[in-house]
């Protein structure tokens, strides 16, 4: 059986494969040496190249037969539409009980498991923060991966993203993506308008922008501090009749922020239906 110990093969070492190698390598207990590592991808980026010249980390151009007979772990990191034709591939010389993960967006179980027959399969969405160790993979696996010693061996693999949860229904997968895997995006924006807002008001742009970003980090470090939940915190923050409840009002009235939000959530799950579907060949 494999495991974290054996060889691993990235494929794909962009931002977020290149993080998630960087992880492995800097964990001092269950982390995976330099050389059970091979990148593989014809143009790493930067991160990738940091870690070629800092570990000695191998890195070939592409992912040839000989190369995927002697991973124990291969780590799907691909632009989806590359996906299918890259497994196939490879599919004769996979070891039979090589564990794939897969965080290439979109890329359902069944795509995975057409391009590599019989493997244990976990499907994973991390979003934009793993880059940094702060994110979140949602992960879901396919029958002949969801064993115990599988599903640990996964989430060491992903834990130097962040959390690490886990779902038994891949339809649930387009909701999640629609909420953590494009949310950072949302926050974006919403700092953007915030900060937008703050100028309007007569704020000099800088320290406009400086506002709005420290407000919205320093709100997620409260909640990710455990000091309550979001609607807790809220409530904290709100003197009634004060100022905060009367921009609370306007953001609430007529549906405003809440159905918005509901809005762009239902929207981004039918858009991943979508392309799941595509990538499917549905």
Same mark, same amino acid.
Request: with cysteine; net charge neutral.
């Given at each position: 059986?494999? +495991?974290?110990?054996?060889r691993? &093969?990235?494929?794909?070492?962009?931002?977020?494969?290149?993080?998630?190698a960087s992880?492995?390598?800097? $964990?001092?207990?269950?982390?995976?040496?330099?050389?059970?590592?091979?990148?593989?991808?014809p143009?790493?980026? /930067?991160?990738?190249q940091?870690?070629?010249?800092?570990? *000695?980390?191998?890195?070939?151009?592409a992912?040839? #037969?000989d190369?995927a =007979?002697?991973?124990?772990?291969?780590? /799907?990191?691909? @632009?989806?539409?590359?996906?299918?034709?890259?497994?196939?591939?490879?599919? +004769?010389?996979?070891?039979?009980?090589?564990?794939?993960?897969?965080?290439?967006?979109?890329?359902?179980?069944?795509?995975?498991?057409?391009?590599l027959?019989?493997?244990?399969?976990v499907?994973?969405?991390?979003?934009t923060?793993?880059?940094?160790?702060e994110?979140?993979s949602?992960?879901?696996?396919?029958?002949?991966? +969801?064993?115990?010693?599988?599903i640990?061996?996964?989430? $060491?693999?992903? @834990?130097?993203?962040?959390?690490?949860?886990?779902?038994?229904?891949?339809?649930?997968?387009?909701?999640?993506?629609?909420?953590?895997?494009? *949310?950072?995006?949302?926050?974006?924006?919403?700092?953007?308008?915030?900060a937008?807002?703050?100028?309007?008001?007569?704020?000099?742009?800088?320290?406009?922008v400086?506002?709005? $970003?420290?407000?919205?980090?320093?709100?997620?470090?409260?909640?990710?501090? *455990?000091? #309550?939940?979001?609607?807790?915190?809220?409530?904290?923050v709100? =003197?009634?009749? &004060?100022?905060?409840?009367? #921009?609370?009002?306007a953001?609430?009235?007529?549906?405003?922020?809440?159905?918005?939000?509901r809005?762009?959530?239902?929207?981004?799950?039918?858009? #991943?239906?979508?392309m799941?579907a595509?990538?499917?060949? +549905?």
């Amino acid at each position: 059986m494999a +495991d974290t110990q054996g060889r691993i &093969g990235l494929l794909g070492a962009g931002r977020m494969g290149s993080a998630l190698a960087s992880g492995w390598l800097r $964990k001092t207990r269950g982390g995976v040496s330099a050389d059970k590592i091979v990148l593989i991808d014809p143009r790493p980026g /930067v991160g990738a190249q940091a870690l070629i010249e800092q570990y *000695g980390v191998t890195c070939a151009p592409a992912l040839t #037969g000989d190369i995927a =007979s002697t991973l124990d772990t291969l780590v /799907v990191a691909l @632009k989806p539409d590359l996906v299918r034709t890259a497994l196939s591939a490879i599919s +004769d010389d996979l070891p039979a009980d090589a564990l794939v993960v897969s965080i290439a967006a979109g890329v359902p179980l069944r795509t995975l498991a057409a391009a590599l027959p019989g493997r244990p399969i976990v499907r994973a969405m991390p979003n934009t923060p793993a880059a940094i160790g702060e994110g979140v993979s949602v992960c879901v696996a396919n029958e002949a991966a +969801d064993t115990r010693a599988l599903i640990r061996q996964s989430e $060491k693999l992903l @834990k130097p993203a962040g959390l690490v949860e886990w779902i038994s229904d891949e339809r649930m997968m387009d909701a999640v993506t629609a909420v953590s895997g494009s *949310g950072p995006a949302y926050v974006f924006l919403f700092t953007e308008a915030l900060a937008a807002a703050a100028e309007a008001e007569g704020l000099p742009r800088a320290l406009a922008v400086t506002l709005a $970003k420290q407000t919205v980090i320093g709100a997620g470090a409260m909640m990710k501090a *455990g000091l #309550g939940e979001p609607d807790e915190l809220r409530r904290n923050v709100t =003197s009634p009749n &004060g100022t905060t409840q009367a #921009g609370l009002d306007a953001l609430m009235s007529g549906g405003g922020l809440p159905g918005l939000v509901r809005n762009a959530v239902a929207a981004a799950e039918r858009r #991943g239906r979508q392309m799941g579907a595509q990538s499917a060949g +549905d």
